[in-house]
């Protein structure tokens, strides 16, 4: 079955960095548009990022642009979101999701099969 399992969380003082990383199996990876999401508590599950199967193609939430990069390694079946001059703000379980549809890379929910059970990030002020 497919299984996303994401690492890389933690906590973290404001101005720092993380790294995220998502472990992919049990699909054919390069077939997949791959994105992030994040969800704090009380509110809606939210778009980050997005890359498209082959990664040229990427996409960002406004809150997010100039500071986070994603990328992906196709021989690894991994994908990574980069996270820099993090905020109190970007708190968050964060979730790693396949969206299997050809085309640019999704930002809505809907568009995605498969989800990571998340990795939590905090952020102090």
């Known amino acids: 079955q497919v299984q996303l399992v994401e690492s890389g969380g933690g906590l973290v003082q404001a101005g720092g960095s993380l790294r995220l990383s998502c472990a992919a199996s049990?699909?054919?990876?390069?077939?997949?548009?791959m994105g992030w999401f994040r969800q704090a508590p009380g509110k809606e599950r939210e778009f980050v990022a997005a890359i498209s199967w082959g990664g040229g193609s990427t996409s960002y939430a406004t809150s997010v642009k100039g500071r986070c990069t994603i990328s992906r390694d196709n021989a690894k079946n991994t994908v990574s979101l980069q996270m820099n001059s993090l905020k109190p703000e970007d708190t968050a379980v964060y979730y790693c999701?396949?969206?299997?549809?050809?085309?640019?890379?999704?930002?809505?929910?809907?568009?995605?099969?498969?989800w990571g059970q998340g990795t939590q990030v905090n952020v102090s002020s």
């Open positions: 999701a396949a969206d299997p549809r050809a085309g640019l890379p999704a930002t809505t929910t809907s568009a995605y099969d498969y």
């Open positions: 049990g699909l054919t990876f390069s077939a997949y548009n």
